[in-house]
């Protein structure tokens, strides 16, 4: 598909493979263009049920190849005498480690495991329309933590207060937890745009954290 986003299509997300084939992390299209220009990584690429690497070089020379080819699956980024297919994994040709296997708590990735869904009514929400509750509240000593956080609306967040659920008479849909794989992952392998991931991404891997 023709790229009329530029800066939107620049912060889709790549995944990013360590020397030895290993999924180490996930960053955005604008950071793994810097690494391929940097040579500090190459693009890893199904074709014909079989994974090619390519320079930044020869990446460019194989995208002016797919122009013709293009589906609704492919993102493209317009340069300034070309156009330059969106790699979907990159590998690193310096790096062997890997990263640690515990999701970061945040904002983002809480939403995410609770799949934008206010975990009292049930309804789902945008993020600007969502909030984060304490099940036991702060001031009665309730930790900020993947065990005592839930995504909220703001309705029912306003309406639970300073109280417990069982004060408030409210009920949660589901009891929180640590998720055992990072949450944005999940989503994002549930996405046809990233159906390559699935060959490098395990239950080891699955820990991935998002950089921006």
């Not at 639970?160 to 640590?178: D, F, V």
């Amino acid at each position: 598909m023709h790229d009329s986003q530029p800066g939107c299509t620049l912060s889709y997300s790549v995944l990013v493979l360590n020397r030895y084939y290993a999924a180490v992390r996930i960053t955005t299209v604008r950071r793994a263009f810097v690494l391929l220009y940097r040579e500090m990584a190459e693009v890893i690429h199904l074709e014909d049920g079989q994974y090619a690497n390519y320079d930044f070089q020869s990446w460019c020379e194989v995208s002016e190849l797919l122009a013709g080819q293009k589906n609704g699956h492919d993102d493209w980024v317009r340069a300034v005498s070309f156009e330059i297919r969106v790699p979907r994994v990159v590998r690193l040709l310096r790096f062997d480690r890997l990263m640690l296997p515990a999701p970061r708590f945040n904002r983002r990735n809480l939403l995410a495991r609770d799949g934008h869904r206010c975990q009292y009514c049930g309804s789902h929400y945008p993020s600007s329309q969502l909030s984060l509750d304490h099940v036991i509240p702060r001031s009665r000593g309730g930790e900020t933590n993947w065990d005592n956080v839930v995504c909220s609306c703001l309705s029912c967040n306003t309406r639970k207060g300073g109280r417990t659920p069982n004060e408030a008479r409210m009920h949660l849909i589901r009891s929180p937890a640590r998720p055992k794989h990072c949450p944005q992952l999940t989503m994002k392998l549930g996405n046809p745009r990233y159906e390559s991931w699935k060959t490098f991404v395990n239950g080891a891997a699955a820990s991935l954290e998002f950089a921006h």
